[in-house]
T-cell receptor, first 113, second 115 residues
Framework: GENVEQHPSTLSVQEGDSAVIKCTYS??????FPWYKQELGKGPQLIID?????GEKKDQRIAVTLNKTAKHFSLHITETQPEDSAVYFC????????????FGAGTTVTVRA | GAGVSQSPRYKVAKRGQDVALRCDPI?????LFWYQQALGQGPEFLTY????????KSGLPSDRFFAERPEGSVSTLKIQRTQQEDSAVYLC?????????????FGPGTRLTVT
């Protein structure tokens, strides 16, 4: 099955600075890569996703880049704010079934005021 | 509108007891998923329903785990003869399949502690 590795496991940034989280995946046939944000005591919430026919996607302060050749994708958060503090998970779809997601282990992001 | 709800939010079970965890998906969502999230880890896929049909149960860790969705709406995850390694947060998600994405909406989870 798909294997997703995520780095770093923790990230502390000053408010206003950028945060970058990187993930690698093992199955070159994967074609759907969502990112989730999970706050304490809550379920994961989709914040952005990208498909394999696109190299980059932006939504306000959040962007995701995908490099299919290298099998890695990254989340970029610019102008970080205290409410960005949470655990972020990347995921990749199964080669045959888009619904079946394999998640990374998560990155705990802390934004210092 | 109402999101995915799960009950109970917390469950403590003695080793060997059976437990049942409930998921109410977003109204009208055809697809429903169960995940297991161990402490400090990402969610791991357990099973997938489309309406009442369980199309994929490849992630269920043992035959002690059983899931059902008899009327294509509410789903129940049952764990028989619970073991300490079953302690985790059990997440339910639902989605409405269609191109281009399979966005999954997660509930808050049920934290199961087996003592």
């Amino acid at each position: 099955g798909e294997n997703v590795e995520q780095h770093p496991s923790t990230l502390s940034v000053q408010e206003g600075d950028s945060a970058v989280i990187k993930c690698t995946y093992s199955d070159s046939a994967s074609n759907y890569f969502p990112w989730y944000k999970q706050e304490l005591g809550k379920g994961p919430q989709l914040i952005i996703d990208i498909r394999s026919n696109v190299g980059e996607k932006k939504d306000q302060r959040i962007a995701v880049t995908l490099n299919k050749t290298a099998k890695h994708f990254s989340l970029h958060i610019t102008e970080t704010q205290p409410e960005d503090s949470a655990v972020y998970f990347c995921a990749a779809s199964d080669r045959l079934n888009d619904y079946k997601l394999s998640f990374g282990a998560g990155t705990t992001v802390t934004v210092r005021a | 509108g109402a999101g995915v709800s799960q009950s109970p939010r917390y469950k403590v079970a003695k080793r060997g007891q059976d437990v049942a965890l409930r998921c109410d998906p977003i109204s009208g969502h055809v697809s429903l998923f169960w995940y297991q999230q161990a402490l400090g880890q990402g969610p791991e896929f357990l099973t997938y329903f489309q309406n009442e049909a369980q199309l994929d149960k490849s992630g269920l860790p043992s035959d002690r785990f059983f899931a059902e969705r008899p009327e294509g709406s509410v789903s129940t995850l049952k764990i028989q003869r619970t073991q300490q390694e079953d302690s985790a947060v059990y997440l339910c998600a639902s989605s409405s399949p269609g191109e281009p994405s399979y966005e999954q909406y997660f509930g808050p989870g049920t934290r199961l502690t087996v003592t």
